[in-house]
């Protein structure tokens, strides 16, 4: 167990729709990323939120937008969706802003899929 | 544009064989180099990483091997176990095109037969 937790396992939702994920890192993580991974794309990384401020910025749609609250969850907000944003979306957290010399640790994803 | 290529895409290996998968990448910038190893079901986890200072690095059975010249770098599991079947990932980042941003290959699934 990576100690990441992300909520819900899976999500069912239909073209236009809005979603939010969640991701509660490690404890004492204060970075969190988030990805998306596709059979066709691979891992895409999207963003990286440290303390909860905005750090890096990735292959983030404009119609995709995250956060990271006071208490150091994440939530990543997907809106008009459509077919193509289908994916599996997995948050990771490290205890720095740089991973160098603390890996990624990442949960076990959210299955959105756009019907 | 797949900043890091990954091959082959799939492998079935016998037990007790070598896993040897390969990676090329571009950005000379390049300095950081982990492998994730990701079970049904479940996220990536770390393997093991190099940084470019190094030519070889190993961990029990896993090792990487680092070609900066021609910019590719490979895994090799020696003694592979059925328990290694999972789907591998190479990655690299650093440079301006920002150190938490890592790029990913598109995988490799890896099938140990007993």
């Known amino acids: 167990d990576s100690g990441v937790t992300q909520t819900p396992k899976h999500l069912i939702t239909a073209t236009g729709q809005r979603v939010t994920l969640r991701c509660s890192p490690r404890s004492g993580d204060l970075s969190v990323y988030w990805y998306q991974q596709s059979l066709d794309q691979g891992l895409q990384f999207l963003i990286q939120?440290?303390?909860?401020?905005?750090?890096a910025k990735g292959n983030i749609l404009e119609r995709f937008s995250a956060q990271q609250f006071p208490d150091l969850h994440s939530e990543l907000n997907l809106s008009s969706l459509e077919l193509g944003d289908s994916a599996l979306y997995f948050c990771?957290?490290?205890?720095?802003?740089?991973?160098?010399?603390?890996?990624?640790?990442f949960g076990n994803g959210t299955r959105l899929t756009v019907t | 544009q797949q900043q890091v290529k990954q091959s082959p895409q799939s492998l079935i290996v016998q037990k007790g064989g070598i896993s040897i998968i390969n990676c090329a990448y571009e950005?000379?910038?390049?300095?950081?180099f982990p492998w994730y190893q990701q079970f049904p079901g479940k996220g990536p986890a770390l393997l093991i990483a190099?940084?470019?200072?190094?030519s070889e690095k190993k961990e029990g059975r896993f090792t990487i091997s680092f070609n900066k010249s021609a910019k590719q770098f490979s895994l090799h599991i020696m003694d592979s176990q059925p328990g290694d079947s999972a789907t591998y990932f190479c990655?690299?980042?650093?440079?301006?095109?920002?150190?938490?941003?890592?790029?990913f290959g598109t995988g490799t699934r890896l099938t140990v037969i007993p």
């Open positions: 990771a957290s490290s205890p720095r802003a740089h991973y160098y010399n603390s890996p990624l640790h």
């Open positions: 990655a690299a980042s650093g440079g301006r095109t920002g150190a938490n941003n890592l790029f």
């Open positions: 939120y440290y303390n909860g401020e905005e750090r």
């Open positions: 950005n000379t910038a390049f300095d950081y």
């Open positions: 190099i940084r470019p200072d190094v």
